[in-house]
């Protein structure tokens, strides 16, 4: 039974904190955090669990073989890189470095080390998202179009990164992961309206070799909360809405055939077909859970990771591109 240590115990951490203590099959052996009142916390729910302060405490501690990290972005190379140093596994929280540069630094450490390295994007787990990705992939839907999504509330503001880099990556690791085709160019405009602060509008668009095409939308001043995301293709169209309780993912059978007239090859005739809406069930099980079960056969090696820190890296460049294009007016990057 793999001992896994957790460092953040904030926002995120918790939810780490009380799937792995679920699992029968991992051993939670020590919680860090800078707060003494967090760590109160952890004392008062687990009783058996250890803390500390000090990252490095769990890195020296021969009965963790694994850290999952969840603090704030600019923390997450040196504590994932300290891990890997240790001979730890490690799950960080997305996205899971500053830049590329350092995402592959991590990645080239974990596989010298043979470690298994992997980026928490949550949403991959999510029987939502993993049916939206079986039903791309049937013959059925037809042939992939396009990505929009919306994700958009009244804060929480960051001082660290900007909107994209925390609402856009959740989009982006969906994206990743359904769509299986990984953007060639970024085009991306946003502005900050609080003087001194990131970016806390944002709009990007990515291309693809082929001619699907995404687009997100995030931020942190919108008057409502809207979490909803539109895929489309030649024959089925999906309406996936993170915040209904049930029937999250909505498949509509709609969508246009074109044909062309006999007399003049220049006329295209568009007709438009309106066929039934179903909800299929997705799985309810919460996604974290799957997460770290996932991470422990991950590192017993009966599983391929599902997030690597590649995946991580491609969703980082993204972020980076989008950063450039922003400071450009919206002018396409490559990647």
């Given at each position: 039974m793999?001992?896994?240590?957790?460092?953040?115990?904030?926002?995120?951490?918790?939810?780490?904190?009380?799937?792995?203590?679920?699992?029968?099959?991992?051993r939670v052996v020590s919680v860090c955090d800078r707060s003494e009142?967090?760590?109160?916390?952890?004392?008062?729910?687990?009783?058996?669990?250890?803390t500390t302060t000090k990252p490095e405490d769990l890195f020296r501690n021969p009965a963790i073989d694994a850290v999952a990290i969840a603090t704030p972005v600019?923390?997450?190379?040196?504590?994932?890189m300290g891990a890997l140093k240790a001979g730890k596994h490690v799950l960080v929280e997305?996205?899971?470095?500053?830049?590329?540069?350092?995402?592959t630094q991590l990645i080239e450490e974990a596989a010298r080390r043979k470690l298994v390295l992997v980026v928490d994007h949550t949403f991959v787990f999510t029987g939502a998202v993993r049916k939206i990705r079986d039903v791309i992939r049937e013959e059925s839907f037809g042939r992939l179009q396009y990505y929009d999504s919306t994700r958009v509330n009244l804060g929480l503001f960051q001082h660290d990164v900007n909107v994209m880099w925390d609402l856009a990556v959740h989009d982006l690791s969906i994206m990743d992961f359904v769509v299986g085709e990984t953007p060639v160019a970024v085009s991306a405009t946003g502005l900050s309206h609080v003087p001194g602060q990131p970016a806390n509008v944002a709009f990007m668009?990515?291309?693809?070799?082929?001619?699907i095409i995404a687009h997100i939308n995030v931020n942190w001043l919108s008057p409502v909360k809207i979490r909803r995301t539109l895929v489309g293709g030649s024959k089925r169209m999906i309406v996936y809405d993170d915040l209904e309780t049930s029937e999250k993912v909505k498949i509509y059978d709609k969508g246009i055939t074109v044909t062309e007239t006999p007399d003049d090859l220049r006329k295209l005739l568009i007709s438009y077909r309106t066929g039934d809406l179903w909800s299929p069930k997705?799985?309810?099980?919460?996604?974290?859970?799957?997460?770290?079960?996932?991470?422990?056969e991950c590192i017993e090696g009966r599983e391929k990771p599902v997030t690597p820190g590649e995946r991580g890296l491609a969703i980082v460049k993204m972020l980076e591109a989008a950063d450039r294009s922003m400071q450009k007016r919206g002018e396409a990057i490559l990647l």
């Open positions: 793999p001992g896994i240590g957790v460092i953040g115990y904030g926002y995120w951490g918790p939810n780490l904190v009380r799937n792995f203590m679920s699992d029968t099959d991992w009142g967090r760590l109160a916390e952890v004392h008062r729910l687990y009783p058996a669990v250890t600019a923390t997450h190379f040196d504590l994932a997305k996205p899971i470095a500053s830049t590329s540069a350092q995402a668009t990515l291309f693809f070799d082929s001619d997705v799985s309810e099980t919460e996604a974290l859970r799957l997460e770290v079960a996932h991470f422990r």
